[in-house]
């Protein structure tokens, strides 16, 4: 029989095996202006993995579309319902974000030309993908350990292979190179452990210690928070995102702070914790909340200085938001129950570069 180890143990595995083999089917259109033959070619249907970026895909996308292609020098990007996608953000978390009503296929509208520069950082395809895919490791690396030494000392040969093993959905290739970086599993169950019960289980075995413990557990997060309607009865009737001003991309590390005893710490608390402009009593101000937050509040090295939002923006307006509503919170396609334990999602429902991406639909009042 197995023991209760080896039980958790299938069942992560089980879980990354289900986040890497997740898929959001597409069908792709190429936008009117770009089409210069008759009759106008069909739409490309696929499957964009959940973990994957969308610049990934235009290699199959062009040759689907090469004979009705304008002449020229490509510039391509992505829409959908008008508003350009972010080609850095996960195919999935895009999805989760903006399909309030799961869209199956998500029809989205490819363009070769007319790149908007002013919304969009630019992007050289898939050099640009893996230099976002390093840096955010690197990033959630020094979140995690301290410091980012273990991805900057990687060989090439060992840089590739990681990018190769996350191009191609390799959950086996990836856990190769992917375990000599050291960063996890984070506390194991969502149990946080204090320094007298860890001495217990020193003294009654011989297993190493694990990342999280003898120091404070910090888990990567990044936030999509979108606002809707505060009347909407049912998420999916929510209108369209038309720009991303109404989403707040907020990169904000989970701390567990060791306390007596044992406490699972659930989603719904890690919720609180990392946005108190949406869970914060009447009586707090936007500048105590920001005053609070804004030590853990890292930005995004990958983005542009134009796209750059940290999270002090959407602080700033918390004597609007304090009362708004949680109407939905979506992790890798999942609706999470709010008293599951959050360190086993962040364990198990994490992207390859080690960050839990979560998007949480808000009602709000505006005054």
């Known amino acids: 029989m197995a023991s209760a180890h080896e039980e958790a143990a299938a069942w992560s595995e089980e879980a990354a095996r289900l986040v890497w083999g997740g898929a959001v089917p597409l069908q792709v259109h190429l936008h009117d202006a770009d089409v210069t033959a008759l009759p106008p070619p069909p739409p490309f249907l ?3 993995p959940r973990i994957g970026y969308l610049p990934l895909l235009i290699p199959v996308i062009k040759a689907h579309f090469s ?4 002449p020229g020098v490509d510039t391509v990007w992505f829409e959908y319902k008008g ?9 999935g978390v895009l999805f989760d974000l903006l399909c309030a009503d799961p869209e199956r296929p998500w029809n989205l509208i490819v363009h070769f030309r007319g790149y908007p520069s002013e919304i969009l950082s630019p992007c050289e395809g898939e050099d640009s993908v893996k230099w976002s895919y390093m840096n955010a490791l690197k990033e959630a690396t020094f979140i995690i350990t301290g410091n980012s030494k273990s ?3 990687m060989s090439q040969a060992d840089q590739v292979a990681l990018w190769e093993s996350v191009m191609k959905g390799n959950l086996d ?4 190179i992917s375990i000599r970086l050291k960063l996890g599993p984070f506390e194991e169950d969502g149990l946080v452990r204090t320094a007298s019960m860890e001495r217990q289980r020193q003294q009654s075995s011989d297993e190493p210690e694990s990342p999280g413990i003898g120091k404070p557990c910090r888990v990567p997060v990044r936030l999509y928070v979108r606002g809707v309607q505060e009347d909407l009865e049912d998420i999916e009737d929510a209108m369209p995102a038309r720009d991303w001003e109404s989403v707040s991309y907020i990169n904000r590390p989970f701390e567990i702070r060791k306390v007596e005893g044992r406490s699972y710490i659930t989603m719904e608390h890690a919720l609180q914790t990392l946005l108190p402009e949406f869970f914060s009593s009447d009586t707090q101000t936007a500048e105590e909340l ?5 030590d853990s509040d890292i930005m995004n090295p990958s983005r542009s200085s134009q796209e750059a939002e940290p999270a002090s923006a959407s602080l700033r ?10 109407k939905l919170v979506r992790v890798q396609g999942i609706e999470l129950d709010m008293d599951i334990p959050f ?8 992207n390859p570069e080690y960050y839990l991406h979560i998007c949480v639909y808000v009602a709000t009042r505006k005054q």
């Open 46 to 48: 696929t499957l964009g």
């Open 67 to 70: 004979n009705a292609l304008p």
């Open 83 to 91: 508003l350009p996608l972010k080609w850095y953000v996960p195919i």
């Open 151 to 153: 991805v900057m000392n």
């Open 173 to 176: 290739g990836y856990k190769n």
């Open 290 to 294: 920001e005053s609070a937050a804004g």
């Open 317 to 326: 307006e918390a004597d609007i938001t304090k009362k708004a509503k949680v």
């Open 343 to 350: 360190l086993w999602v962040a364990n198990n429902l994490k």
